[in-house]
Nanobody
Framework: VQLQASGGGLVQAGGSLRLSCAAS????????VAWFRQNPGKDREFVAS????????AYADSVEGRFTISRDYAKNTVYLEMNSLRHDDTAAYYC??????????????????WGQGTQVTVSS
C-alpha cells in the first residue's frame, strides 16, 4: 500500500484545514486508517482513526470535538477535517494503515504502512 498525504499548510489559530490520505496499489478494505502527528524530538502522537469497514472512529482527547475523520469509498481516501485549530496542533501529520482492534488502534506500532507526512503550522 502506498499512501499519499496532502492538505497541510499554514493557518491562523481558530482556522481550519482538511488533510487527505489517498491509497494506491491497494484499498483500505479490512484495515484501520489513522492519523498521527509528530514534532521534532517528540514521540509520534495518535490523533484519530477510522475502520474502513464499519466506520468506527476514535479520537485523541486533545482533538475530540474539533477534528473529524471520514472516508470516501469511491476515492479510496481518508480525510481529517480540522477545525478550531490551536497553536499546539502544529506538527507533521502522518497517515497510517494497519490491522488493529479497539485496544491497539491508538498505538503506532500496529500500523504497517505510512504516508510521507504533511506539515500543519498554526500561528497564534
Amino acid at each position: 500500500v502506498q499512501l499519499q498525504a496532502s492538505g497541510g499548510g499554514l493557518v491562523q489559530a481558530g482556522g481550519s484545514l482538511r488533510l487527505s490520505c489517498a491509497a494506491s496499489g491497494s484499498t483500505f478494505s479490512g484495515y484501520t486508517v489513522a492519523w498521527f502527528r509528530q514534532n521534532p524530538g517528540k514521540d509520534r502522537e495518535f490523533v484519530a482513526s477510522i475502520r474502513w469497514s464499519g466506520g468506527n472512529t476514535a479520537y485523541a482527547d486533545s482533538v475530540e470535538g474539533r477534528f473529524t475523520i471520514s472516508r470516501d469509498y469511491a476515492k479510496n481516501t481518508v480525510y481529517l477535517e480540522m477545525n478550531s485549530l490551536r497553536h499546539d496542533d502544529t506538527a507533521a501529520y502522518y497517515c497510517a494503515v494497519g490491522r488493529t482492534i479497539a485496544t491497539t488502534r491508538r498505538n503506532s506500532r500496529y500500523y504497517d504502512w505510512w504516508g510521507q507526512g504533511t506539515q500543519v503550522t498554526v500561528s497564534s
